[in-house]
């Protein structure tokens, strides 16, 4: 018993010097502060690609503009006018599913007596405007004609664009990142280094939209053909990306 009890007083001192020992070899590790990671050196780019394409649809915005003394008769006025302009536009061979209002006003028409200093009402005028989505664009000037022919008064506005721009955006995305890496890898070669890699990439926007043309409003049954020329259009993509700057003699 009592040779027992030696043992155990001879080991917990051993023990507790262990212990001590340890803590003292931890110490100064736990003292150093945490090495913070720190990211390569980065470089940022935004560039553009664009695409040109030819368009093939334009939009037509046209209608007809009436007056009378009273309110339902214009409206009738314009009604029938109407009418007659759009089966002026389906004979020339536009479907139904093409042809949209986009625009119906009731106005009065107000003439100023400087005797009494107010206001008289003088008749009303209506107005009604249709948008023509037409395929191919070379049927654009026939569809103008056929309508003016027809009655038409007012012819607000012509755009054209891309029926699908997805191949002509997709072209676009490549060009822009090409460019991108180019001007990185100038940037990286400018800086005494090399580009290592891409670290990332977004596409921030995407501009395709329709190209607006003027057009001469024309009252003349008789007139000469409207001519209308497209031209072409861009398709613009912007991207942002981001390179690994690799510094010589650096690890890979």
Same mark, same amino acid.
């Given at each position: 018993?009592s040779?027992?009890?030696?043992?155990r007083?001879?080991?917990?001192p051993?023990?507790?010097i262990?212990? +001590?020992?340890?803590?003292l070899?931890?110490?100064? %590790?736990a +003292?150093q502060p945490m090495?913070?990671? /720190?990211?390569?050196?980065q470089?940022?780019?935004t560039?553009q690609g =664009?695409?040109?394409?030819t368009p093939?649809?334009a939009?037509i $915005?046209?209608g007809?503009?009436?007056?009378?003394?009273t309110?339902?008769?214009?409206?009738?006025?314009?009604?029938n006018?109407?009418?007659?302009?759009v089966?002026?536009?389906?004979?020339?061979g536009i479907?139904?599913?093409s042809i949209? *209002? *986009?625009?119906?006003?009731?106005?009065?028409?107000?003439q100023y007596l400087?005797e009494?200093r $107010?206001?008289?009402? =003088?008749?009303y005028q209506v $107005?009604n405007?249709v948008v023509?989505?037409?395929?191919p664009v070379?049927?654009?000037g026939?569809?103008i004609?056929?309508?003016?022919?027809?009655?038409a008064?007012?012819?607000a506005?012509?755009?054209?664009e891309?029926?699908?721009? *997805?191949p002509a955006?997709? /072209?676009?995305?490549?060009?822009?990142? #090409?460019?991108?890496?180019?001007? #990185?890898e100038?940037a990286a070669?400018?800086?005494?280094?090399?580009?290592?890699g891409?670290l990332? %990439?977004?596409?921030?926007?995407? =501009?395709?939209?329709?190209?607006?043309?003027?057009?001469?409003?024309?009252?003349?049954? =008789?007139?000469?053909?409207?001519?209308?020329s497209e031209? $072409?259009? +861009? !398709?613009t993509v912007s !991207?942002? *990306?981001?390179?690994?700057f690799?510094?010589?003699?650096?690890?890979?």
């Open positions: 018993m040779m027992l009890r030696s043992l007083h001879a080991i917990l051993a023990v507790a262990a212990a +001590a020992s340890a803590a070899v931890a110490s100064p %590790l +003292a090495m913070q990671h /720190q990211p390569p050196p470089i940022t780019i560039a =664009d695409v040109q394409v093939d649809r939009r $915005t046209l007809v503009e009436t007056e009378a003394k309110a339902q008769e214009a409206a009738q006025l314009n009604a006018a109407q009418t007659r302009i089966e002026a536009v389906r004979k020339a479907p139904a599913a949209r *209002t *986009t625009g119906y006003n009731v106005a009065p028409k107000q400087p009494t $107010t206001w008289r009402v =003088d008749g $107005t405007l023509i989505v037409v395929e070379a049927k654009a026939e569809v004609d056929a309508a003016l022919n027809a009655g008064n007012r012819v506005g012509l755009s054209f891309v029926k699908d721009p *997805t955006r997709e /072209q676009a995305i490549t060009n822009a990142v #090409a460019r991108a890496r180019r001007e #990185a100038i070669k400018a800086a005494g280094g090399e580009v290592a891409l990332e %990439l977004n596409v921030d926007s995407y =501009d395709a939209s329709p190209r607006p043309m003027m057009v001469m409003e024309s009252m003349r049954a =008789d007139a000469a053909s409207t001519p209308i031209g $072409t259009q +861009a !398709v !991207v942002t *990306t981001r390179w690994a690799r510094a010589p003699g650096s690890n890979p």
